[in-house]
């Protein structure tokens, strides 16, 4: 594989653009490998990638049932972020931030991560007191966060509506300098041309119909493209989750599948500069490279596998849009679509060995699952290879559903749709 | 979408809350063990096509309906309602 | 290109002159023009510049699906940008400039981006802007960011207003041309609840403006309008369908029409909800792709079409077309009459229609077959075009070139059916080898289609499939009793289109998306880096991304990749558009929810009151609240200092009114309660009132607040405010799901219900003025009783002796009616003694000194124990939580537990600190807990604070240190027990 470079793009246009290699194979199934990854999202790529550079596993195949890349990292609002309270969210999301922050050099693709800040608007002192709360909490971790107060507010984002007319005024806020976005699709494609440059295969069109068990364990996978063993199948299939675990016999998971709408408006010169969440509702937004607003707001709140959504929270959204920037009003909505969110019901993710032997399952991501991809594969890697969790993983159990140890971020408690 | 409310009629689902999943069902507070809590209160099934669930028309007259709808196409496929007022209401 | 204005034609109003600027220059069109038409008019060549590599472009279409010409409109106090002059009607005032250049339209440093054009292919930003260091990007980031996006964002709020209406229909018209006008009527006529919208300014669609048919599509209107049934909205555009024939309209008010009142909206939302939906959306015609097709002068040959006829302009002096199918044939000879010189037609096939030849032999132009145009000279505008022998069968050049002068070239590829309505609903397109087009598929029910959008390209057929269609879907919706079988007309291939995708052979640039400048060299590159895939080809190369959402760009894309992966189109699939169809102002989705109205206010009966007496307000959910009520240059901390301090002094009045209230009702009230709280309630006697803690499922805390027992089956439960809609909700779950045995109704009577606490040493003197006839002796109105009664004035009042603050304290009610009149007579009884109005800060100083938790320390993960609250809970009868609370986690030593903590020095205890043991060690630094609430307490001239720390009551007694390192602040703080102030409650009970 060709390293890409400035100079690779130079010498490719002299000779007319002619030469360049397919980003990554297109390889027949093998009869075994290693390790099966089931899903070609970004968890499952880096996965595969990990289990390559990190453990020298190799002989890894990444099933996919579309293309890659096409679920919820080909569908996102693209903000990386590490600012939660809770202590094993906290540590796992800095995991993956610093990955992030090394992630276009390791794979040699630019994934554009852009640490433009992320600042979480309080619009209510109580809010800004939890926001002290949790910005000491990475203070002490060892985390990036500032808390800001109105004046420092309005320097930072100056587009803000900060009049006191408003329905919720601003107070203050919560800002994570190291924070901000990446460019979505690349993260697949770079993990993608990066595991397959380590020898993993990457099989497209490739669905898993059911599983190869011998007794209660999962010893291989049948597919549109035949059926393929393995004594590990990670499981990594972001919004289908209780669909697949199904085909392995398990009926029942902490998770519910709901769609989240996202939107970006039409290209515009820069307008604002950070990622800005709040408004006195669900709502949070970014400018991409490209000049679209990308943003977004909650869950339509029902059990769902659309991808696509309703006007009511369409409409939602929009009010706190303008709620922030009232100068917006005459700026376009371009497109909207939905992706499905595994939201487990405690709001926080799943890496773990099991439920069933030789299975490993990746999931419950809710909405965060974007900036997780870094550690998620990094992690899921490690208990693959290890059979056993990384320190940063180890909260992530199914098992915390049982004995009370769960991370309720949002302390909403055990309702998919609060989380 | 529009969700059928036994008392209103078909009402848009910003009336409404959503309560989830229909099929769990309270285990017995004297007897059940430990594991029947945790999957009355965290395991659901998740189906992707039909799935009972419980609406409450809280924007309107407050009744719980239970609602089967197709979760790929959103199409509501039966209705009953809940609670001691369900006699004569719904289908 | 030098456009210029017919003698005759269009539907323009020549009587009336209107005069606008585009980039400062004067120009003055007609009414009836759009922006597009009236610059095309005054000769106006350039109209943008492309996205990436900032070529210059001219006008492409007719419509909604422009990509090149797009503006920004200002106005005295408006700014809106990436409007595309094709929509834009011509006013007087009107001031549009050009976008994405600098320093002017026609000089454009950054077309500079086009030397290093071949670097700049698809998806070179993945490969480069690496180094040298991590940091690199956000470097790079700037240039490109400055360099990419259309118009600029306004600076100031928009100042005009949006408005939203729901409405209901039988039938949803989209698409006023032939079909839809004929279909409308149609449904009209049998009584349906018609509504016809188009998104143009006037109705007729493909057909708009020829005076042939201009009779047919006037009197269908005049017909449908004679219906009270039938509406019709132009200037409106269908987005979005949603479910359940649920669909999202947009109607333009105000920009075409400056004298509208000024409280008519600038847009309407239509929330529109229909039991079918006809979409008579029509086609778009589809670009060819040839190197230099984007150069300012190449435009949709249709558009030429449309521009005469529609606004009397012809598009330039002398006018080529370039085809690979029959319809462009059409009219030219009406086109030659009004003076559109059109002087040559290349066509790609070597064999045309008998039809088609006939309009060339009638017009007498040059008829060039087998031919394709290879190349466009000019930069700003086409000096004249090279053409050359082309083999359809590979796509190449086969002979050599020779130059055509012209001004002006109509391209078209054929025509692609607006399935993006049918699309968004899940509808998988159909691709139809036949007409070699698109065409929606099977629809779920909730929609049909007539028209070109489904496949009829020929006039008459067009108005046949509308009769079949909409008496099809009349019978669905019984409005139709007709039994006759429906046959819906064939689809003849009319346009007999021979596809070309792309002329190859020659170099240069061969644009398929113009806005976003992806080539068909692009498509090539994507394919050999392998993103085979139609949504990897979207995402790679940007393509169908732009503003006009791939409506020109995305059938060729398509084609390109079958092409290069040897498959055939349907193989290779298409991608699934996303609403909406035209981009949609935030204002319109965000309607009159704005400002202070982005959520409803919620009031106490005694809002105004406090307003009057000066206090600051604070948002509690939708509820204002009094923050504190200033006194003179008093700070908020010396105002909760003195308010808190005159209720432990004298008397304090409090306004609690937003709490939330609801009536448990029926014979299993009691029993239903003892469920729903971790605490018994059964034996509560009548006229007594108690303290209620409610878990979740889980086993945590969920909500607390006093329940008084009014009789033996009547209940009123006090909530929190910030939980108030969420219990109800969650107590009529059990109610009709899990016990809908048990006999209880449950009633909301937060509205209904005015309170104030009152509290302090002088509550009772001030209460028996108030209150004459009630005794509040110590053993007649003991602890925790209800006592019924009325003012001086005659207010009916229910009152509780309860105590939040741990003064002697009462919560007093009466119905909200009267909630301002008691307020006032509470207060002009407490004249006497100092009585002193407080607010949610001094509630917390006074509760916090008591060591009573609120939402901050009930953070739902807080359980019962941690508040120290495990042993109030019931040990026989089973409660909501009480399966779980004793799981292995929350009999974890580790868990929070409830303290108070005293600063050390003089220095306030900032919420949000945490407990450590040395504030100096180093990150990562282990939290020991968490500060939750902090005040300073007059009533121990300490600053103090609760807390939730790990294994707290062990650690009472001992020192540590509240740390805020945000603020690089660290208090010396003594845990304590979290009730600071007279801990056997000897105030509070008398």
């Not at chain 1, 203050?172 to 440059?197: C, V």
């Not at chain 3, 979409?279 to 249709?302: Q, S």
Request: hydrophobic share 40%.
């Amino acid at each position: 594989m060709a390293r890409f470079s400035a100079w690779a793009l130079a010498k490719n246009a002299l000779t007319g653009n002619q030469h360049w290699d397919s980003q990554w194979r297109k390889p027949e199934p093998k009869p075994a490998y290693d390790v099966i990854i089931i899903g070609g999202g970004g968890h499952g790529l880096a996965t595969a990638f990990y289990l390559a550079k990190e453990h020298g596993i190799h002989n890894v195949a990444v099933v996919e049932k579309g293309w890659i890349g096409s679920g919820n990292v080909g569908r996102n609002t693209t903000i990386v972020r590490s600012n939660y309270e809770l202590r094993p969210n906290a540590l796992f999301y800095e995991h993956s931030m610093r990955l992030w922050e090394g992630l276009s050099q390791v794979l040699n693709y630019n994934v554009m991560f852009s640490q433009r800040g992320v600042l979480n608007l309080a619009h209510s002192p109580g809010e800004l007191d939890a926001f002290a709360t949790r910005g000491n909490a990475l203070r002490l971790h060892g985390i990036d966060a500032e808390l800001l107060d109105r004046n420092e507010v309005t320097r930072f984002v100056p587009q803000l509506d900060m009049s006191a007319e408003t329905r919720f005024p601003i107070v203050g806020g919560l800002l994570q300098p190291r924070a901000g976005t990446a460019r979505h699709d690349a993260i697949a494609w770079g993990y993608a041309r990066a595991a397959d440059h380590l020898g993993i295969d990457i099989l497209e069109n490739c669905e898993v119909t059911g599983f190869l068990k011998d007794g209660d364990a999962v010893v291989g996978v049948q597919t549109t493209r035949g059926d393929i063993k393995s004594a590990k199948i990670g499981v990594a299939v972001a919004g289908n989750t209780s669909d697949v675990m199904r085909k392995a016999g398990i009926e029942n998971l902490p998770i519910e599948s709901h769609v989240l709408q996202a939107f970006v408006s039409e290209s515009l010169k820069p307008a604002v500069n950070t990622v800005v969440t709040g408004g006195g509702g669900h709502f949070y937004m970014s400018q991409s490279d490209k000049g679209g607003l990308v943003y977004g707001g909650n869950i339509d709140k029902y059990n769902s596998y659309a991808q696509r959504g309703n006007l009511p929270v369409i409409e939602d959204v929009h009010t706190l849009m303008l709620a922030l920037y009232p100068q917006f009003a005459k700026l376009r909505m371009l497109r909207h679509w939905g992706g499905i969110m595994d939201m487990s019901l405690d709001g926080s993710p799943i890496i773990t060995k099991g439920p069933l032997p030789g299975l490993y399952l990746n999931a419950g991501w809710c909405y965060g699952g974007f900036k997780a991809t870094p550690a998620s594969g990094w992690c899921f890697a490690h208990t693959i290879a290890n059979d056993a969790p990384h320190a940063l993983n180890a909260a992530f159990t199914l098992e915390r559903f049982n004995s009370g140890y769960t991370i309720d971020e949002g302390g909403a408690g055990p309702f998919a749709k609060l989380h | 979408m529009l969700i059928p409310c036994p008392h209103c009629g078909d009402r848009d689902v910003s009336e409404y809350s959503y309560l989830g999943d229909a099929t769990i069902k309270r285990p017995n507070q004297e007897k059940a063990n430990p594991h029947k809590w945790e999957t009355f209160v965290y395991n659901r099934q998740n189906p992707r096509g039909p799935h009972k669930e419980l609406w409450q028309h809280n924007g309107g007259c407050r009744l719980i309906v239970e609602i089967t709808r197709d979760t790929i196409s959103h199409e509501i496929l039966s209705m009953k309602a809940t609670g001691p007022h369900k006699t004569g209401l719904g289908k | 290109m030098s456009g210029f204005r017919l003698d005759s034609g269009g539907q323009i109003d020549r009587n009336q002159p209107r005069t606008f600027t585009f980039d400062g220059r004067k120009v003055s069109g007609f009414a009836g023009d759009t922006l597009a038409s009236a610059l095309l008019a005054n000769g106006q060549t350039l109209f943008g510049r492309s996205f990436k590599y900032h070529r210059p472009r001219g006008l492409m279409s007719v419509g909604s699906e422009e990509p090149n010409a797009l503006v920004t409109l200002t106005g005295p106090d408006t700014h809106e940008p990436n409007a595309r002059a094709t929509m834009v009607e011509v006013v007087d005032g009107l001031n549009a400039s050009s976008q994405n250049r600098w320093p002017s339209l026609s000089v454009d440093l950054l077309s500079a981006n086009q030397i290093g054009g071949p670097m700049l292919q698809a998806g070179f930003y993945y490969k480069t802007f690496m180094g040298p260091t991590r940091k690199a990007w956000r470097f790079y980031e700037r240039f490109i960011r400055r360099a990419a996006g259309l118009g600029k964002a306004a600076q100031k709020p928009d100042p005009d207003r949006y408005e939203k209406i729901n409405s209901f229909a039988d039938l949803l018209v989209v698409g006023g041309g032939l079909a839809g006008l004929t279909a409308a009527l149609k449904a009209a006529e049998k009584g349906a609840r018609v509504i016809l919208i188009d998104e143009h300014a006037r109705f007729g669609g493909y057909h708009r403006g020829d005076p042939r048919e201009q009779d047919t599509i006037n009197s269908l209107l005049e017909r449908i309008q004679a219906f009270d049934n039938a509406t019709i909205l132009p200037r409106t555009t269908c987005f979005g369908q949603y479910d359940c024939s649920t669909f999202g309209l947009v109607e333009r008010v105000t920009a075409h029409n400056p004298t509208e009142t000024e409280f008519a909206p600038c847009e309407r939302l239509h929330v529109l909800r229909v039991r079918h939906a006809i979409l008579a959306t029509g086609a778009i015609e589809r670009p060819l792709v040839f190197p230099g097709n984007d150069a300012p002068g190449v435009m949709l040959a249709d558009a030429i079409r449309a521009y005469a006829l529609r606004f009397g302009v012809s598009a330039g002096k002398n006018i080529v077309l370039f085809t690979s199918h029959d319809g462009a044939y059409r009219q030219l000879s009406a086109l030659q009459d009004l003076g559109v010189p059109i002087n040559a037609i290349v066509d790609t096939r070597t064999t045309i229609s008998d039809i088609a030849m006939a309009q060339v032999a009638a017009t007498g132009m040059q008829l060039i077959t087998g031919h394709a145009v290879t190349r466009v000279h000019g930069y700003h505008g086409i000096k004249r075009v090279s053409v050359a022998p082309f083999d359809p069968y590979t796509s190449k050049i086969n002979g050599k070139e020779r130059a055509i002068e012209c001004d002006c070239l109509g391209m078209s590829g054929g025509w692609t059916p607006s399935i993006h309505l049918t699309s968004q609903m899940g509808g998988v397109p159909e691709w139809d080898s036949t007409l070699h087009t698109v065409l929606p598929g099977k629809s779920n029910g909730t929609w049909s289609v007539c028209g070109s959008v489904a496949g009829y390209f020929d006039r008459d057929d067009t108005i046949a499939s509308a009769e079949t269609m909409v008496e099809e879907v009349l019978r669905k919706l019984s409005l139709s009793r007709a039994r006759k079988a429906v046959t819906h007309p064939e689809k003849q291939d009319v346009l007999n289109v021979g596809p070309v995708w792309s002329i190859k052979g020659i170099g240069g640039k061969a644009f398929v998306d113009f806005q976003h400048d992806v080539t068909a060299d692009d498509i090539t590159i994507a394919h050999q880096e392998g993103f085979l895939s139609v949504e990897h080809l979207k995402r790679y190369t940007t393509l169908g991304m732009g503003t006009d959402q791939g409506k020109l760009s995305n059938i060729n894309g398509l084609a390109l990749m079958a092409e290069a992966r040897g498959l055939d189109i349907p193989t290779v699939g298409t991608t699934r558009f996303r609403p909406p169809y035209t981009p949609v102002s935030f204002g319109a989705l965000a309607a009159d929810a704005r400002g202070g109205h982005l959520q409803p206010t919620r009031r106490t009966a005694m809002h105004y009151w406090h307003l009057d007496a000066g206090a600051e307000m604070i948002d509690a959910g939708l509820w204002k609240r009094p923050r504190v009520y200033r006194r003179g240059s008093e700070d908020l901390e010396q105002a909760y200092i003195r308010e808190a301090r005159m209720t432990r002094q004298s008397i304090g009045i409090v306004d609690v009114s937003t709490l939330g209230k609801i009536n448990v009702q029926g014979p299993d009230a009691a029993q239903f309660l003892d469920r729903v709280y971790s605490n018994g309630f059964a034996k509560l006697p009548v006229g007594k009132a108690r303290y209620g803690l409610m878990l979740r499922e889980d086993g945590i805390v969920y909500d607390d607040g006093t329940t008084w027992r009014l009789d033996d089956t009547n209940f009123l439960m006090t909530t929190t405010t910030a939980q108030a809609a969420a219990v109800l909700e969650h107590m009529e779950l059990y109610l009709s799901v899990h016990w809908p045995d048990l006999k209880v109704h449950l009633t909301s009577v937060t509205d209904q219900w005015a309170g104030a606490a009152v509290a302090g040493p002088k509550v009772r003197e001030m209460l028996q003025i108030a209150i004459p006839e009630t005794d509040f002796d110590n053993e007649a109105f003991p602890f925790m009783a209800i006592r019924h009664g009325k003012t001086s004035q005659g207010i009916p009042v229910m009152m509780c002796r309860l105590s939040f603050s741990g003064e002697m304290a009462y919560e007093v009610y009466t119905p909200a009616r009267f909630g301002l009149a008691l307020w006032e007579e509470l207060h002009s009884a407490g004249k006497e003694m100092d009585l002193v109005s407080y607010g949610t800060e001094a509630l917390d100083t006074l509760r916090i000194e008591k060591g009573h938790v609120v939402n901050s320390e009930l953070n739902g993960r807080t359980t019962a124990e941690m508040v120290g609250m495990g042993a109030m809970a019931s040990k026989k009868t089973p409660y909501i939580g009480s399966a779980m609370k004793d799981r292995p986690a929350f009999k974890d030593r580790r868990r929070h537990q409830l303290v108070g903590l005293v600063s050390k020095s003089d220095e306030c205890v900032l919420i949000g600190s945490h407990l450590v043991r040395n504030p100096a060690l180093k990150t990562p630094c282990l939290s020991l807990g968490h500060v939750t609430s902090a005040t300073y307490s007059p009533a121990l001239e300490k600053y103090v604070a609760l807390a939730l720390l790990e294994n707290g009551q062990e650690l009472i007694g001992r020192d540590l240190y509240a740390t805020f390192p945000m603020k690089g602040i660290h208090v010396a703080v003594e845990v304590v027990d979290p009730c600071f102030f007279d801990k056997d409650g000897e105030r509070m009970r008398g």
